[in-house]
């Protein structure tokens, strides 16, 4: 692919990137470019199990997966969570929503990415004002955060199976 760009990388910069290349995922910290790989197939049929869970509770027009998430005022930060459920229905043609449209994102922490899930995007996404963070372990383990006084709170654990056997947590 070749494909000419402005430095620093805007959100539309990666989103025509994305449109070229559907092999991979791509973020942007700052104007930085993140390029990573496909998930395995667990990560993703974790993601889907999620996904369907959710809609059958309710949240259909409100959650999707690998949607863009603009994590600052500017337009030079953005993360694509492995799922994502809004407050409202989103636009259809949005590919970047606003931090303050979401009311939940989730990610499938991976090896490889296992400092950035755990730590970075945590922070990103409080700092972006996201009420709610759940990361899933790679044993299973649904660990869930609410934000409090700016940061995340644990609030709840739980395996995988157990979440999907009960109805939604709170979401308040």
Do not use: C
Request: net charge negative; no cysteine; hydrophobic share 45%.
């Amino acid at each position: 692919m070749t494909a000419a760009l402005n430095l620093p990388l805007t959100l539309q910069d990666v989103t025509a990137l994305a449109a070229a290349d559907d092999q991979h995922r791509f973020e942007l910290i700052e104007g930085n470019l993140i390029v990573t790989p496909p998930g395995t197939w667990r990560h993703n049929e974790i993601g889907g199990l999620l996904f369907a869970w959710l809609l059958s509770h309710g949240f259909r027009g409100r959650v999707n997966a690998n949607s863009g998430v603009q994590t600052a005022d500017d337009d030079r930060s953005g993360r694509v969570p492995d799922l994502m459920v809004t407050k409202d229905p989103a636009p259809p043609g949005a590919v970047w929503l606003e931090a303050a449209a979401l009311l939940l994102v989730v990610e499938v922490v991976s090896p490889g990415s296992e400092r950035t899930d755990r730590w970075l995007k945590p922070v990103e996404y409080a700092e972006a004002g996201i009420e709610h963070f759940w990361w899933v372990e790679p044993d299973d383990m649904v660990l869930r955060f609410q934000l409090v006084d700016g940061a995340y709170k644990e609030i709840g654990r739980e395996p995988l199976d157990e979440l999907l056997a009960g109805e939604v947590p709170e979401l308040g």
